[in-house]
């Protein structure tokens, strides 16, 4: 009997090609990639800090505007001000499909990829598709500087 079917393919998807990676852990290269970078902002004193570590300097307050936020590629975190002089801090990884979030105004977090939002206050979902809220780190203020706790 001959199956004149074409083989199935071998060619992995875009979605498992990032699933796997983010898996093995290296995952925070490609995830950039499909973030990009617009809307966000450096201002930490380490760039090559990574998340994870308690004192880690994530990014001066002054860098942080009131109601809005910045984005941190390196360390993938979100920190978001929103009332004056309340600092909070998330991953910024959406949740939905694992883009890098892209900007923070008018007290939302927005991912460029598929337009979820979440609260620079709670990190909660206020709009899909994404389901899951952002999770927060802990952080506090140390001479000017918003540390990871």
Do not use: W
């Amino acid at each position: 009997m001959c199956d004149s079917s074409p083989p199935p393919s071998t060619d992995p998807s875009r979605r498992r090609v990032l699933g796997l990676a983010a898996t093995a852990g290296g995952g925070s290269l490609l995830l950039a990639a499909c973030g990009g970078a617009g809307g966000s902002a450096s201002g930490a004193s380490d760039p090559a800090a990574s998340k994870g570590g308690s004192n880690t300097q994530l990014v001066a307050t002054s860098k942080v505007p009131v109601d809005g936020g910045v984005v941190l590629d390196g360390p993938q975190v979100v920190v978001t001000q929103p009332t004056s002089g309340t600092f909070k801090a998330f991953t910024a990884v959406c949740t939905h499909q694992q883009c890098l979030v892209g900007s923070v105004k008018n007290g939302l977090i927005t991912c460029p990829c598929h337009g979820s939002q979440y609260s620079a206050t709670d990190g909660s979902v206020q709009r899909g598709p994404a389901q899951a809220p952002l999770s927060e780190i802990a952080v506090t203020v140390t001479n000017g500087q918003i540390v990871e706790a």
